[in-house]
């Protein structure tokens, strides 16, 4: 990710904060989802974060992880999200 200010008017301001606390997020994802909607046409990706079908694929990756995998530790995101 790059960081970048943005300067926004009272209003939008406003809408912002008041838009991020309303769908509990933080004002930045609220501000990349829409510039993303808006430069990309599509809509906004979902966050995986609770999503009971993440979360039982997560834990199948984790039952196949079979044993004697000595680099376990280090490849650990990988073996969990793929």
Do not use: H, W
């Amino acid at each position: 990710m790059v960081r970048q200010q943005i300067i926004f008017d009272d209003k939008t301001a406003r809408m912002l904060k008041r838009t991020a606390k309303r769908d509990k997020k933080t004002m930045s994802q609220i501000v990349r989802e829409s510039v993303y909607v808006r430069l990309s046409g599509e809509t906004a990706p979902k966050s995986r974060r609770g999503d009971p079908a993440f979360l039982l694929d997560m834990c199948q990756n984790a039952v196949s992880l079979g044993k004697g995998n000595e680099n376990l530790s280090q490849e650990i995101d990988t073996v969990l999200y793929g």
